[in-house]
């Protein structure tokens, strides 16, 4: 039990459309990263917010947008869906940016 | 560039002891996590080295050396259970911190 809870737990959408993720995190975590795992290969950082900002950034395109707000929650949205997006989105949070991130359950998207 | 190396996979007998390895070359070091993910799961925390040396937890130790760029999860006492895919990430500080993955090493335990 990490603490962190993402919905849905899994979604299909088809190219073009747009997708909002959400997670939810403990009460004083701070910090919160979200990550895509594409099928054999291990998560890619796309971005975190620290306080409700976005503090850091990966090789993700600007249609990789989030948002995180002052109740520990946060969201991941893609616009122009494409056909390699399909991935498990995982979301990690904690209290501070020392301490080691605990993952939530994952969305898995599935693009068709 | 962030660059992580562990094998691909490795088979082992319920009982036995497995180390898995770990290579890096990575800029702004600042700590090297193992987490356990079994198929169609999200990664779960195993430990956690920032300094040079072993860290035990029960039946799983890591154990790092920054100056070699090299860490290992050493599994004990194997069980079944603990067939799943290992990833090595570090954590890197370049202005802010974030976790960088190995592809992970899928760990394969038979009877």
């Known amino acids: 039990e990490t603490g962190v809870t993402q919905s849905p737990t899994h979604l299909i959408k088809t190219r073009g459309q747009q997708v909002t993720l959400r997670c939810s995190s403990q009460?004083?975590?701070?910090?919160v990263s979200w990550y895509q795992q594409a099928l054999g290969q291990g998560p890619q950082f796309i971005f975190q917010?620290?306080?409700?900002?976005?503090?850091g950034r990966g090789n993700f395109p600007p249609r990789f947008s989030g948002l995180q707000f002052p109740n520990y929650s946060s969201e991941l949205n893609v616009n122009a869906l494409e056909l390699d997006d399909s991935a498990l989105y995982l979301c990690?949070?904690?209290?501070?940016?020392?301490?080691?991130?605990?993952f939530g359950d994952g969305t898995r998207l599935s693009i068709l | 560039g962030q660059n992580i190396d562990q094998p691909t996979e490795m088979t082992a007998t319920e009982g036995a002891i497995v180390q898995i390895n770990c290579t890096y070359q990575?800029?702004?070091?600042?700590?090297l996590f193992w987490y356990q993910q079994h198929a169609g799961e999200a990664p779960t925390f195993l430990s956690y080295?920032?300094?040079?040396g072993l860290e035990e937890k029960g039946r799983f130790s890591s154990f790092l050396s920054r100056s070699k760029g090299y860490s290992y999860l050493l599994l004990k006492e194997l069980q079944m259970k603990d067939s799943a895919s290992y990833l090595c990430?570090?954590?890197?500080?370049?202005?802010?911190?974030?976790?960088?993955f190995g592809t992970g090493t899928r760990l394969l335990v038979s009877p």
């Open positions: 917010y620290y306080r409700e900002e976005e503090n």
């Open positions: 009460s004083g975590h701070n910090t």
């Open positions: 990690a949070s904690s209290p501070d940016r020392a301490q080691p991130q605990h």
């Open positions: 990575t800029s702004g070091f600042n700590g």
């Open positions: 080295n920032v300094l040079d």
């Open positions: 990430a570090v954590r890197v500080n370049t202005g802010f911190q974030k976790l960088v």
